[in-house]
């Protein structure tokens, strides 16, 4: 099957898109966190669209990225690639309205946490491509995870032409669909648990007598600086936590508390919660 794009353009970094258009179904955070992304990356604004559905979020959204806002039947007319980033709970309704515009030339790409790309395949038109994407917020500094997955008539240049949407975000990885409940637990709602660590060593901090500020500072550069050794030495983090705990030191001591509470049984039951949620969020939607 032929893909959708018809010519190429080049970035100032010498990057080539195609140049299909791009309209995003419902963008709120991330609908906007990926629109923002392909801007930045060089994309040219007259090649997006963008659908809300409340009049003051068309105008924020043009004045800051300056893509045109239309009506989703309109952008489905008028694009190739449909990524679909509204609440999982509002697909089935945004695809009913939608009935007869898509067909199966469309490349949609799906965010929708939970969503298997039979739900889309059972509501447009026989043989139409669809991707099913999880992304994350680091997006918004281009540091995104995105996992990326072929439905039942997605091909290689189809998940191509989702990478070529992520790309410019963060990094990308092509995984089996059965996988995708998993990643939006891990990858997907994960930022989530890391803020939730700043916030717990913050109250912590503010109990040892730091002030708010210098707390922030420090556990912020902390975060940051942990991240980019996992990143940048590949040392397994058993490793790496290993370098920093002293015999007889401060670090065994908090490492020990953190083992009594369970925290690591916390961690994964956190995760498969979250994870049991996507896999709901699909009965409920079927
Ligand atoms: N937030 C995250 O970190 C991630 C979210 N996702 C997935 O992305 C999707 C969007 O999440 P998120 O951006 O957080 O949610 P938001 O609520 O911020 O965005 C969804 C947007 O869709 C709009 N919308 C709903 N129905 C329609 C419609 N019929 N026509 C046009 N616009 C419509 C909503 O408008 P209104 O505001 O007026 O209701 C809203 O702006 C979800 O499916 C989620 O699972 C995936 C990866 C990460
Ligand atoms: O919480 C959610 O449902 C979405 C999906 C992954 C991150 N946020």
Same mark, same amino acid.
């Given at each position: ?23 995003? @179904?419902?963008?709120? =955070? ?13 994309? $040219? ?8 559905? &409340?009049?003051? &979020? ?12 239309v009506g989703n039947a309109e952008a489905v007319a008028r694009a190739g690639v449909v990524?679909? *980033?509204? =609440?999982p709970q509002d697909a089935a309704a945004l695809l009913a309205e939608l009935a007869g ?9 799906? @965010?929708?946490?939970?969503? $298997?790309?039979?739900?889309?395949? =059972? ?8 991707? &099913?994407?999880m992304t994350n917020t680091p997006a918004l500094v281009d540091e995104a995870m995105t ?8 091909? #290689? ?11 410019? /975000?963060?990094?990308?990885?092509? +995984? ?14 994960? $930022?989530?648990? +890391? ?5 717990? +060593? ?26 980019? +050794?996992?990143? #940048? ?24 508390? /953190? ?5 690591? *049984? ?10 049991? &949620?996507?896999?709901?969020?699909? *009965?409920?939607? #079927?």
């Open positions: 099957m032929a893909l959708p794009s018809v010519s190429t353009v080049g970035d100032a970094a010498g990057e080539e898109f195609s140049m299909v258009t791009v309209a995003v @179904l419902g963008a709120g =955070k991330i609908g906007h966190t990926v629109l923002s992304g392909l801007r930045r990356a060089g994309r $040219p604004a007259g090649t997006l669209l963008a659908t809300v559905r &409340r009049p003051e &979020r068309a105008v924020e959204l043009s004045a800051a990225l300056g893509v045109e806002v990524v679909v *980033a509204v =609440k515009c898509f067909t199966s030339d469309h490349v949609v790409v799906s @965010l929708c946490a939970g969503l $298997p790309t039979s739900f889309f395949g =059972k509501r447009l038109p026989d043989g139409t491509p669809v991707v &099913r994407a996992v990326v997955s072929a439905g039942e008539h997605a091909t #290689d240049e189809h998940l191509a032409v989702a990478e070529e949407l992520f790309r410019p /975000l963060g990094r990308t990885l092509r +995984m089996p669909e059965a996988h995708q409940d998993a990643v939006t637990a891990l990858s997907g709602s994960g $930022p989530a648990y +890391m803020y939730y660590l700043v916030e717990a +060593m913050t109250d912590a901090a503010i109990l040892l007598g730091l002030p708010r500020a210098v707390a922030h500072d420090l556990i912020v550069q902390t975060a940051v600086g942990a991240a980019a +050794m996992l990143r #940048d030495t590949g040392e397994h983090p058993v490793k790496l936590r290993e370098a920093v705990t002293s015999p007889a030191g401060t670090t065994i001591n908090a490492v020990r508390e /953190l083992e009594r509470h369970r925290v690591r *049984a916390a961690v994964a039951d956190a995760v498969e919660a979250a994870r049991d &949620r996507a896999r709901e969020i699909a *009965a409920e939607q #079927d």
